[in-house]
């Protein structure tokens, strides 16, 4: 083989590495976002369902000792460290962070012992204004479930990305932190009447 | 408890509307649901220009029949059809599309592939698993991966998603408008005494699925308990009829044949009845007949399948029998007509947990799938203006170089 046919089986192979190298580069920076994105509008949503717990905590309609449980935990998660609200906060820390979860699921666990049982709901619900402020808490924690599903589906398809052997190889996920999904406690309570398979049954309706 | 402000959404369905299904009605109720929330709503589907379609149907050109996974299935394809989802994408300005059936070679697939923005998409069928469709996962798996929520209409169709596809979904029911059936006032000449009870049968006579040989089989062994008892059969289907009435001889007169009935006099004939019998025995996904038929306040006796025991509560909304097992059917019949309290209490009990299968709840359902894409999407950082993306991650690793 000539030098000539040499230097162009080098330069097409690394041509054709290249070309699979940004294929799969392109494909592990899209997941990165996506996971990044996912993981500002789940944290905009536990905010918004722990501000929706304040509201009805301070509503007067609980019984005093759950309204300050309730407040004390839902405030717990707005001092909680680890608010991602930016594109780069978020792709630094994939993760909520230890303490955040552990701060959500115990404002979940609090709501669930302060709403026990679809009669006390019930109840609240009678009112015009303790039916705002279930109604909102129970779309709000909704939808934080949904989020939290979104974002732990993009974290495993990024993660799932990382693994493959090219990407390995070459680096290419670069010192990109590794996304963590985010576990915690978000069942919410029997009465709440959240729509759907998985939530209570909305007999009160 | 919807605070969703009015959304642009585009939704594409892969089955055309001139063939009646699952999926093409429930994007036609989905649509109407979401329309009258105050949401824009423009649906694409496979659709002649001369086709008559409902208003919101934007037609994206003729289905071709072609064989797909061992049957024949009416879809639409090609670089034509691309153009044309391209168009509608790029007309639409859509806050977010929602896809059914992605997986289907179709017209939701191009959009998959297509699409920009966030992307709900919403799986129907329990599938089996194709050998095309894993041939060409590499080209798919991108795609899928623009997805950013995914529904399953049913456990099943979560399973089949979670097996063959992989990752997960969230489950949201296929809705059913409730508010007809619970509305729907008894006919008299179908409502039986407790002597002489009526039970009802629904669904096609001569596709052994339905099951109406189960039922058939039981009919002597509630007769002997209730000779007066009466069994309304509705439906289509000559030969299923005819097979049953030789299959009962003498006894066939107690079998009334209604033949097909249109959706009112279903509705009357749900709330006269005193049990409705579902035997069907398989391929059933989700059983929205029983929905009908707990909306509309019959007792409900069904065959043990997953998705009906699903959408019964495990027996708590109506009562069980073990599937194709007709002396058993017979035996949950009579138990049930004699119980009239436990019937009344499971009759009660399903009034109300009906409600979360009804397009009130779901749409509230949908639209908080639909916000938390979109919330995602507008949060999405820095949407591909590096020339080189990669160059996006070091730096955030390595901090100032670039």
């Not at chain 2, 994206?60 to 153009?83: C, D, E, I, M, W």
């Not at chain 2, 998959?112 to 599938?127: I, K």
């Not at chain 2, 709330?271 to 409705?276: C, E, H, I």
Request: glycine share 10%.
């Amino acid at each position: 083989m000539s030098w000539a046919e040499t230097t162009l089986l080098v330069v097409a192979a690394a041509i054709v590495v290249l070309a699979l190298s940004w294929v799969r580069a392109s494909r592990l920076d899209r997941l990165h976002r996506k996971v990044a994105a996912s993981r500002i509008a789940l944290d905009a949503q536990l905010v918004r369902r722990a501000s929706a717990a304040t509201d009805l905590a301070t509503s007067g309609l609980l019984d005093p000792a759950s309204s300050v449980l309730v407040a004390d935990a839902a405030y717990a998660v707005f001092d909680a460290e680890g608010a991602a609200v930016t594109p780069e906060d978020a792709l630094d820390m994939a993760g909520l962070g230890g303490d955040r979860e552990r701060l959500e699921s115990a404002l979940s666990a609090t709501l669930r012992e302060a709403l026990d049982g679809p009669q006390e709901v019930g109840e609240l619900r009678g009112t015009l204004a303790g039916e705002a402020f279930v109604a909102n808490l129970a779309a709000t924690w909704y939808r934080a479930q949904l989020a939290r599903r979104f974002h732990n589906e993009a974290v495993a398809q990024a993660q799932r990305a990382r693994r493959h052997g090219w990407v390995r190889a070459l680096r290419l996920a670069g010192r990109a932190p590794v996304p963590h999904t985010v576990e915690l406690d978000d069942l919410m309570p029997a009465g709440l009447g959240a729509p759907g398979p998985g939530g209570a049954a909305q007999t009160e309706r | 408890m919807s605070t969703t402000r009015p959304l642009r959404i585009g939704i594409v369905c892969p089955y055309s509307f001139d063939a009646p299904g699952g999926v093409q009605f429930h994007v036609r109720d989905q649509a109407q649901a979401l329309q009258a929330r105050g949401h824009e709503v423009s649906v694409l589907a496979p659709a002649d220009e001369d086709q008559p379609v409902p208003d919101v149907v934007v037609p994206a050109g003729k289905a071709v029949a072609v064989r797909y996974n061992g049957s024949v299935a009416r879809l639409t394809f090609g670089p034509r059809a691309s153009r044309r989802v391209r168009r509608w994408i790029e007309a639409g300005g859509f806050d977010v599309l929602h896809l059914h059936e992605p997986m289907v070679p179709s017209l939701s697939m191009l959009a998959l592939w297509l699409a920009e923005g966030p992307v709900v998409a919403t799986f129907h069928s329990a599938q089996v698993r194709s050998r095309a469709l894993q041939v060409a996962h590499p080209l798919l798996r991108q795609s899928l991966e623009k997805i950013a929520a995914r529904i399953a209409v049913s456990e099943d169709a979560r399973r089949t998603l979670v097996d063959h596809v992989g990752g997960d979904a969230i489950i949201i029911p296929n809705g059913v408008y409730l508010d007809d059936f619970e509305r729907a006032l008894p006919h008299p000449r179908w409502q039986g005494t407790p002597d002489a009870p009526t039970i009802g049968f629904l669904g096609r006579l001569d596709e052994p699925r339905k099951g109406l040989q189960v039922l058939t089989a039981a009919v002597p062994a509630v007769l002997e308990r209730f000779p007066g008892a009466r069994f309304l059969i509705a439906g289509r289907g000559d030969d299923g009829a005819a097979e049953a009435v030789a299959a009962l001889g003498a006894q066939a007169s107690a079998l009334e044949f209604l033949g097909g009935i249109s959706d009112e006099d279903k509705g009357a004939m749900l709330s006269s009845v005193d049990l409705y019998v579902a035997p069907q025995t398989g391929g059933e996904s989700f059983g929205i007949v029983l929905v009908e038929a707990m909306a509309a306040g019959a007792g409900v006796v069904a065959s043990d399948l997953g998705a009906f025991r699903r959408v019964l509560d495990e027996g708590a909304a109506g009562a069980l029998f073990r599937n194709e097992d007709s002396a058993d059917l017979a035996r949950v019949v009579v138990a049930s007509l004699e119980d009239r309290e436990g019937t009344a209490t499971r009759r009660q009990y399903a009034a109300g947990w009906c409600r979360r299968y009804d397009w009130s709840t779901v749409t509230d359902q949908v639209e908080a799938v639909y916000e938390m894409a979109v919330a995602a999407g507008e949060a999405t950082p820095g949407r591909s203006e590096t020339w080189l993306p990669v160059r996006a991650l070091r730096n955030r690793g390595e901090g100032s170089e670039s």
